[in-house]
């Protein structure tokens, strides 16, 4: 079964990095893999998308193993406002069949 | 630039109503579009998807029906809202390539 894996939840404090990993083991050959943010009662929000090997953008890095069945979204110096979930979405195949898989979601909770 | 539009934001229907939410996109041509439904505390669940005017594709058998009459118009409906209706509605538009936008969302309670 097709399916992306994080963690449920996560705590940090102001000031520090995070990073969130994301298993996707059925990821298709030739698919993006993309993180959203999403605030209360609003629609997510793109950060950032990669293929493989690192990407860098204003807000956020992500990194992707060679192998690309797992990628982290890595939050530099968080802040409250940072408080969110955060989801990867990516392509898989199953029996040949292509579907967007998006993941459960993590809330990250930033403390003071 | 690109924009999407999704109204209303909030609504409350009774059990056996109607239902017609409706999205719609400026600034792009063509654009693939989306509905998803998100349950509280829950992941996203995509309900129906549009590659063009008049081609709906559903993803999940239910008590919903989406359609595209213009190519920046997608509309989701029901004839008789079920208590399991309830959730937050969000639509989306993605050119190929690019990740998705998503509108505000409509947070419908079914009572």
């Known amino acids: 079964l097709a399916k992306t894996t994080q963690p449920i939840s996560m705590d940090s404090y102001e000031g520090q990095e995070v990073n969130i990993t994301c298993s996707h083991n059925n990821i298709a050959t030739n698919d993006y893999i993309t993180w959203y943010q999403q605030f209360p009662s609003q629609g997510p929000r793109f950060i950032i998308q990669g293929y493989k090997t690192k990407v860098t953008n204003e807000v956020a890095s992500l990194f992707i193993p060679a192998d690309r069945k797992s990628s982290t979204l890595s939050l530099p110096r968080v802040s409250l406002s940072d408080t969110a979930v955060y989801y990867c979405?990516?392509?898989?195949?199953?029996?040949?069949?292509?579907?967007?898989?998006w993941g459960a979601g993590t809330k990250l909770i930033i403390k003071p | 630039s690109q924009t999407i539009h999704q109204w209303p934001a909030t609504l409350v229907q009774p059990v056996g109503s109607p239902l017609s939410l409706e999205c719609t996109v400026e600034g792009t041509s063509n654009p693939n579009l989306y509905w998803y439904r998100q349950a509280a505390g829950r992941g996203l669940q995509l309900l129906f998807y549009s590659i063009g005017i008049d081609q709906i594709s559903s993803e999940v058998p239910q008590n919903l029906s989406a359609s595209r009459p213009q190519d920046r118009q997608f509309i989701l409906s029901s004839k008789k809202l079920l208590l399991s209706d309830s959730g937050f509605y969000l639509c989306?538009?993605?050119?190929?390539?690019?990740?998705?936008?998503f509108g505000s969302g409509t947070r419908l309670t079914v009572v």
């Open positions: 979405l990516v392509g898989a195949l199953l029996d040949s069949n292509y579907q967007l898989i």
């Open positions: 989306a538009w993605s050119v190929a390539g690019d990740g998705y936008t």
